[in-house]
């Protein structure tokens, strides 16, 4: 049998010779398969090369330049109030409960990071059940840069310099994506570099570098007849100097939600054309404020080409949200140097809490807040409609914030109670993760709030029975809830599934800083439990198809943000106090802490 292998060996010798020189060498383009083996990125990967056929961007003379920009505020920054609740020594017991959170969560993002690095270094996203990859953020290593200053934050310097030498790699003048999503690329990558710069005080100077290349280049979605940005910017025609315009369909949250970013950048380079850019448009926001169908607030959808703010659906969750949280935050960075942010923040607010306010009718009567939605199609007095998403969780939080900065103390009840009725979204599910959106019985009042079965079983009904001509609506009532596994309260679960977000806890995170509540970190604590249980995969964590049960299916993707957002927020709220201190820094809608200016005293 040994002779008869041998007889064979020479030309299988040959055969491997031959098939190496075939495929040694490929053609310009073409992709080698995928390989977890890092030196593949180093040699394949389309940023490493500048020596390629596709478009690069570079400085061009502009369609529609600024002729005089609006310059950064130049006055002393003023006194902002304290932010962050005044704490006091904590007992060697509490320290080491704290602590041993704190390690957990650590470990839960080495887990994370390190299937990243193994599987998709320098790519958008790890898919962590298959262990590939995803480019969801024109290719720029979105993770990596979104994940910088989270390694910072939690000690991780080993790991922080491979990132910083990786970045060294990343081409920031082209993409193989056709369109540029402005907002998603500023808040992540723009925000991702300056995060880590502030929190590593200048130290490395290649972020600053990277972040300005980057700059830069998405300026020219600008460069716009009106210089509202294209927000799905269409790159390539500003390369070939062809003319862009703003889309008439252009979501609120993408235009108004730059400032932080593109002021930090002026604040540090001290080129004032990208606080121009994004000032402009806060002025725009500013005048049609008060002209809007609920003044006050701002639709969905803008028409940034006309400046036209008619669409008739108004909302703080999705498409909408970090353009209300930018508010007070701007103000911070600013140094409330302007009052132009306060002024639009209390006019926002007052609207919002005379037409998107409710609260939830509990099973336990618990005293809780949710923001809903309004179509102004409907008529003028009706209540807004009650769904809540995980999205929307990020409002407790801001509105800490605001009522801290803004010294409105009567609004910290509200932002306790939005912040509490997301950890009891989350308390009710058999996951003990809420889902990323759900309809829910409301209260006549605001002040009292008796649990009403039958109000519950009608709203049931109104929401998924609809037309029906059921003689017994309360069986009918109840075999709907006992089908879609609802919960006492809720009316429906639109969408079933937990995409590892993290607006919950970053509420519940700030709230924390805030009021010094020691529950809120046992209630981090759980969710933090239960997510990392449902989540955890071989190389990672993985989003979840559905909440309401315990042995759903896992998907195969985990956005950049749970690095960014979600396990840093659940590691700040275990860390120290003076750990990003709330009145040191302003965290962008990525979580990416900016140094606020000192005040003077």
Sequence with gaps: MILGRRRYALPTIIL??????????????????????????????????????????????????????????????????????????????????RVNRQKAVKEAFKHAWNGYKKH????????????????????????????????????????????LHALERIDFTTTDATQINVFETTIRYVGGLLGAYDM?????????????????????????????????????????????????????????????????????????????????????????QNKTKIPGLWPMMVNAQDLEFTDPRFTVGGMADSTYEYLPKEHMLLGAQTDQYRKMYVAAMAAIKKRLLFRPMTKDGEDLLFVGNIHTSVATKSPPEPQWEHLKCFFGGTVGIGAKVFNRPEDLSIARKLTDGC??????????????????????????????????????????????????????????????????????????????????????????????DKKLQDDAWRMFQSIEKMTRTKHAHAAIE???????????????????????????IFSEPGLVNLDEYVLNTEAHPFKRPAART
């Design 546 to 572: 559905d909440v309401g049960n315990l042995n759903t299916v896992q998907l195969d993707y985990m956005e950049s943000f749970w690095l960014a957002e979600t396990l840093k927020y659940f590691y700040l």
């Design 423 to 516: 950890i009891w979204a989350y308390h009710i599910m058999p996951t003990g993760i809420m889902p990323e959106s759900m309809h829910l019985s409301s209260c006549q009042s605001m002040d009292r709030c008796e649990w009403d079965e039958h109000k519950w079983y009608q709203d049931v009904r109104g929401r998924l029975a609809k037309g029906s001509k059921a003689e017994d609506t309360v069986q009918e009532a109840k075999t709907i809830i006992k089908n879609r596994g609802l919960q006492p309260g809720v009316t429906e679960i639109s969408d079933p599934r937990y995409l590892l977000r993290p607006e919950a806890i970053e509420s519940v995170f700030i709230m924390y800083r805030i009021t010094g």
């Design 16 to 97: 491997i010779l031959i098939t190496f020189l075939l495929f040694s060498s490929l053609p310009p383009g073409a992709e080698p398969p995928f390989v977890d083996d890092h030196s593949y990125y180093a040699e394949y990967h389309p940023q490493s090369s500048q020596n390629d056929n596709r478009i690069h961007w570079t400085k061009h003379t502009e369609r529609h330049p600024v002729s005089s920009f609006i310059p950064l505020p130049t006055s002393a920054p003023s006194a902002i109030p304290r932010v962050q609740y005044d704490f006091t020594k904590e007992s060697w017991y509490g320290r080491r409960k």
């Design 120 to 163: 998709a270094w320098l790519r958008d996203e790890l898919s962590p059940l298959s262990g590939r990859y995803r480019t969801t953020f024109a290719g720029w290593a979105a993770t990596l840069v979104d994940a910088l200053d989270t390694l910072v934050i939690m000690g991780m310097e080993d790991e922080f310099k491979d990132a």
């Design 200 to 288: 590593t005080d200048g130290k490395h100077p290649i972020l600053l570098k990277k972040a300005v290349e980057l700059a830069d280049m998405i300026y020219d979605a600008f460069d716009t007849s009106n210089r509202m940005p294209q927000s799905r910017w269409q790159w390539s025609r500003s390369v070939r100097g062809l003319p862009i315009q703003p889309s008439k369909q252009t979501i609120l949250a993408e235009l108004g939600s730059l400032n932080l970013e593109f002021t930090r950048l002026s604040q540090l380079t001290h080129d004032p054309k990208y606080f121009d850019a994004v000032q402009r448009i806060t002025d725009i926001l500013e005048d049609a």
